[in-house]
């Protein structure tokens, strides 16, 4: 049997013990440095395509500043679980607003079509251009059903800007599988929503600015 430590043995070791005790409560109340979000853009990086040659007596377009409904017009990566209650993903976000980064996309996408002689994005004093004009009504990724799909809805309308009168409008709504059901497989499947609603956008401004055009002639 081992003899019994000293009492300032004893006393040494429970200061010890004490201290380390401590240390670790003391470590555990310090507040933990914040988790920096990882930010995305709607841009998947593709380049743009060569622009094409504007034919004669093309209009000159002007792209105003798209608008955001309630819930969409901040950073946020917002996402459901339940019918019509948003939430947002805490360490995910987008680098801007969805509305802020879908203009320059906007702008690319109609240039390069070779409809419109010029696309400016507003402000513009481009007498005589048409103008037009979005609202994001929502960008979520919605996990009620499985593979979560991610919702791109967007309101368009197209006014002579002359007369301030409108010439069309339509309301575009895009819905594409996530590959992965996580704010990762999202954003892929935002980019994609994003590239199929330019391409129906492009569309209906050039069919709107035919029309347009053929009336004035």
Same mark, same amino acid.
């Given at each position: 049997?081992?003899?019994?430590?000293?009492?300032?043995?004893?006393?040494?070791?429970?200061?010890?013990?004490?201290?380390?005790?401590?240390?670790?409560?003391?470590?555990?109340?310090?507040?933990?440095?914040?988790?920096?979000?990882?930010?995305?853009?709607?841009?998947?990086?593709?380049?743009?395509?060569?622009?094409?040659?504007?034919?004669?007596?093309s209009p000159v377009l002007v792209v105003e500043m798209p608008r955001a409904?309630?819930?969409?017009?901040? &950073?946020?990566?917002?996402?459901?679980?339940?019918?019509?209650?948003?939430q947002s993903f805490a360490f995910h976000e987008w680098v801007d607003t969805?509305?802020?980064?879908?203009?320059?996309?906007?702008?690319?996408?109609?240039?390069?079509?070779?409809?419109?002689?010029?696309?400016?994005?507003?402000?513009?004093?481009?007498?005589?251009?048409?103008?037009?004009?979005?609202?994001?009504?929502?960008?979520?990724?919605?996990?009620?059903?499985?593979?979560?799909?991610?919702?791109?809805?967007?309101?368009?309308?197209?006014?002579?800007? &002359?007369?301030r009168r409108p010439i069309g409008w339509r309301e575009f709504d895009v819905?594409?599988?996530?590959?992965?059901?996580?704010?990762?497989?999202?954003? &892929?499947?935002?980019?994609?929503?994003?590239?199929?609603?330019?391409?129906?956008?492009?569309?209906?401004?050039?069919?709107? &600015?035919?029309?347009?055009?053929?009336?004035?002639?």
């Amino acid at each position: 049997m081992k003899p019994p430590l000293p009492r300032r043995a004893l006393l040494v070791l429970g200061l010890g013990s004490a201290a380390l005790l401590a240390a670790s409560c003391g470590a555990s109340l310090l507040p933990r440095p914040q988790q920096a979000a990882a930010r995305f853009t709607l841009d998947d990086g593709t380049p743009a395509a060569a622009p094409q040659p504007a034919g004669a007596g093309s209009p000159v377009l002007v792209v105003e500043m798209p608008r955001a409904g309630p819930g969409f017009d901040s &950073a946020r990566m917002v996402y459901l679980r339940q019918p019509q209650q948003l939430q947002s993903f805490a360490f995910h976000e987008w680098v801007d607003t969805p509305a802020h980064m879908l203009a320059p996309l906007l702008v690319r996408a109609l240039q390069g079509s070779g409809s419109f002689r010029a696309v400016l994005l507003a402000p513009s004093s481009a007498g005589g251009a048409l103008r037009l004009e979005t609202e994001l009504i929502r960008l979520q990724q919605d996990f009620g059903s499985s593979p979560s799909h991610v919702r791109l809805s967007l309101r368009a309308m197209l006014l002579d800007g &002359a007369t301030r009168r409108p010439i069309g409008w339509r309301e575009f709504d895009v819905s594409v599988p996530a590959a992965s059901d996580d704010p990762a497989g999202g954003v &892929a499947a935002a980019r994609e929503a994003t590239r199929q609603l330019l391409g129906e956008i492009l569309v209906f401004a050039e069919g709107l &600015a035919a029309s347009h055009r053929a009336l004035l002639t």
